[in-house]
C-alpha cells in the first residue's frame, strides 16, 4: 500500500525539519517529502494539526518472552508498541532463561519476523545465564542480530568481568546497556528511601546504590573505549555524572523514564505496587533535577522500561509485590503532557529523545524522515485531551499507577515499513 500523509508537521531532527508538509510512501519507503504532494493510487491520510515523526524507538522494553508468557509475549508486546506508537522495540535479556547466546537471540529475531507488527531487536546477556561469573558470547549475540548488550535486571558487579563485558562491546562495536544497581547497598529496599518509606514502613533504597555503579561504570567504559548507556536514571546525581563525563569528552549516554519525570514518592498513595519500580520514583528535587536534564540534552533518550506482571503479583504489598510497571501505551502522552506542554521540550525535541536519538545511539535504522529512508512514521495527536484506561491496553500487563489519569496527546497511527499497524479509534 501507497499512502500520501497530508497537512502533518513534520517534525525529523535528523534533517532539523520541522514544516507543514506531505510526505509520500511508497513500496514501503519515504519516496518524497514536499509540499502539495499528489498520487492518484495512494491511500490518504489527512495529519492536519498532527505531528509526523520518524518512527519511534523504545531502547529499553522487557517482552517476558520465553518463560513468562502469562505476563507478556512477543506478540502482545509488539501490539502495545505499535499502539505507543513504537515502530522499533529492543528487548531486554533477562527472560527465562536468559538471551545469552546466538541462538536464543535467533528465537526471538525468528518469533519476531512471524508474529509481531513493528521490529524487535534483541539484546543480549552481558554474561552467561546472567549470573555474573563470565562474560557471555557477545560477539556471536551481536553477529545473530543483537545492537546491544545489557545485563538489565541487576549490575554485573564484580568490576573485571564488567570491564571485560566492556571490551568485548567495544570490539563488537555495540553500547552497552547498563542497570546501575549496586547489590550491596539495595539490603531488601523496595522504594525511594526518603519520607514516604518510613511513613508506610518499608526498606529504603538510597540513591547511592545507583549511583556508586553510575560512578563505576563510567570510569570502566572510559578505560574499556566502550560507549556506556545508562538506564532509568532516577537520582539528581546521574544527572551530574552524566554532564560530567559528557563534557569531558567520553562516550557516556543516558534515558529517562516517563515515570521518573512524572511522579515521586509523595504521589504513592499508600500500598500500591502499581507504584513499585526500579529504580524507585524518589523526590520531587531528583524529578526536577531529571526534567532539567532533558531539557540542557544531558539525558538524550526517553525509554519506557516497559515491564510487565500479572495482577495477582501486582495486588501483593510493596514488600512481596514485583519491581516494574508498563509503559509502551503511555509514554507518548506523559512525555506531551509533563515536558512538551510545559517548555521542557519542543516536539522536535522530543522526536529526537524518543527516535533519532535512540537510532543513533544503537546504530540502527530509523529515526528519520529523510527521501528513500524506511517508511517508520508515528502521527500524534498533540491537542487530544483523554483518559488512560488499561482495561484498553494491547499490553497483557495492567500494572500501571497512571490508569484514570487525564493526559494530552494521543498516538493517531503508527506506521511500520510503510504498513499501518495501529490506527486509533476515538
Same mark, same amino acid.
Given at each position: 500500500m501507497n499512502l500520501l500523509i497530508k497537512n502533518g508537521r513534520v517534525l525529523d531532527p535528523s534533517g532539523n525539519v520541522d514544516a507543514v508538509c506531505d510526505i509520500?510512501?511508497?513500496?514501503?519507503?519515504?519516496?518524497?517529502?514536499?509540499?502539495?504532494?499528489?498520487?492518484?493510487?495512494?491511500?490518504?491520510?489527512?495529519?492536519?494539526?498532527?505531528?509526523?515523526m520518524p518512527g519511534l524507538i523504545d531502547m529499553h522494553v522487557h517482552l517476558r518472552d520465553p518463560g513468562q508468557l502469562y505476563k507478556e509475549d512477543i506478540?502482545?508486546?509488539?501490539?502495545?508498541?505499535?499502539?505507543?506508537?513504537?515502530?522499533?522495540?529492543?528487548?531486554?535479556?533477562?527472560?527465562?532463561?536468559?538471551?545469552?547466546?546466538?541462538?536464543?537471540?535467533?528465537?526471538?529475531?525468528?518469533?519476531?519476523?512471524?508474529?509481531?507488527? #513493528?521490529?524487535?531487536?534483541?539484546?543480549? $546477556?552481558? *554474561?552467561? @545465564?546472567? !549470573? /555474573?561469573?563470565?562474560?557471555?558470547?557477545?560477539a556471536g549475540m551481536v553477529g545473530a542480530g543483537s545492537p546491544a548488550i545489557s545485563e538489565d535486571g541487576r549490575s554485573v558487579m564484580n568490576a573485571k568481568i564488567c570491564r571485560e563485558v566492556l571490551e568485548r562491546c567495544a570490539a563488537a562495536g555495540v553500547p552497552f546497556l547498563d542497570h546501575c544497581e549496586d547489590a550491596n547497598l539495595v539490603s531488601g529496599? #523496595?522504594?525511594?528511601?526518603?519520607?514516604? $518509606?518510613? *511513613?508506610? @514502613?518499608? !526498606? /529504603?533504597?538510597?540513591?547511592?546504590?545507583?549511583?556508586?555503579?553510575?560512578?563505576?561504570?563510567?570510569?570502566?567504559?572510559?578505560?574499556?573505549?566502550?560507549?556506556?548507556?545508562?538506564?532509568?536514571?532516577?537520582?539528581?546525581?546521574?544527572?551530574?555524572?552524566v554532564r560530567e563525563a559528557k563534557a569531558a569528552g567520553l562516550s557516556v549516554s543516558a534515558e529517562v523514564c516517563p515515570h521518573h519525570f512524572t511522579l515521586t514518592e509523595d504521589d504513592i498513595p499508600g500500598d500500591d505496587a502499581n507504584y513499585k519500580m526500579n529504580p524507585p520514583v524518589r523526590s520531587a528535587a531528583d524529578r526536577d533535577a531529571l526534567i532539567e536534564g532533558l531539557r540542557d540534552g544531558t539525558f538524550e533518550v526517553i525509554a519506557t522500561d516497559h515491564?510487565?506482571?500479572?495482577?495477582?503479583?501486582?495486588?501483593?504489598?510493596?514488600?512481596?509485590?514485583?519491581?516494574?510497571?508498563?509503559?509502551?501505551?503511555?509514554?507518548?502522552?506523559?512525555t506531551v503532557t509533563e515536558l512538551v506542554e510545559k517548555g521542557v521540550l519542543t516536539p522536535l525535541g522530543m522526536a529526537a529523545a524518543m527516535s533519532?536519538?535512540?537510532?543513533?545511539?544503537?546504530?540502527?535504522?530509523?529515526?528519520?524522515?529523510?527521501?528513500?529512508?524506511?517508511?517508520?512514521?508515528?502521527?500524534?495527536?498533540?491537542?487530544?485531551?483523554?483518559?488512560?484506561?488499561k482495561e484498553r491496553f494491547a499490553s497483557r500487563g495492567h500494572n500501571t499507577p497512571f490508569h484514570g489519569r487525564t493526559v494530552r496527546g494521543s498516538v493517531r497511527m503508527t506506521v511500520c515499513g510503510g504498513k499501518i499497524v495501529y490506527r486509533e479509534d476515538v
Open positions: 509520500l510512501v511508497e513500496d514501503g519507503l519515504i519516496a518524497k517529502t514536499g509540499k502539495d504532494l499528489s498520487a492518484p493510487d495512494a491511500r490518504v491520510v489527512d495529519a492536519s494539526g498532527c505531528w509526523v506478540e502482545s508486546g509488539a501490539r502495545a508498541a505499535a499502539r505507543g506508537g513504537f515502530t522499533t522495540i529492543l528487548a531486554m535479556p533477562n527472560t527465562k532463561p536468559p538471551i545469552d547466546s546466538p541462538d536464543r537471540v535467533g528465537y526471538v529475531v525468528h518469533k519476531a519476523e512471524q508474529v509481531a507488527p #513493528v521490529r524487535v531487536l534483541q539484546i543480549g $546477556a552481558a *554474561t552467561k @545465564g546472567q !549470573k /555474573g561469573e563470565e562474560a557471555a558470547d557477545i529496599g #523496595v522504594m525511594n528511601a526518603g519520607e514516604k $518509606a518510613k *511513613t508506610l @514502613g518499608f !526498606k /529504603g533504597i538510597t540513591n547511592s546504590v545507583e549511583d556508586v555503579i553510575i560512578a563505576r561504570d563510567i570510569l570502566l567504559a572510559k578505560e574499556a573505549g566502550a560507549h556506556l548507556h545508562l538506564c532509568h536514571c532516577s537520582t539528581a546525581d546521574s544527572a551530574v555524572m515491564a510487565p506482571h500479572s495482577a495477582q503479583e501486582k495486588r501483593r504489598s510493596f514488600a512481596e509485590a514485583p519491581f516494574g510497571i508498563v509503559g509502551l501505551e503511555t509514554a507518548v502522552p506523559l533519532t536519538n535512540p537510532a543513533r545511539i544503537c546504530g540502527i535504522e530509523g529515526g528519520t524522515l529523510a527521501e528513500g529512508s524506511r517508511a517508520d512514521i508515528t502521527i500524534i495527536d498533540p491537542s487530544r485531551e483523554w483518559r488512560i484506561d
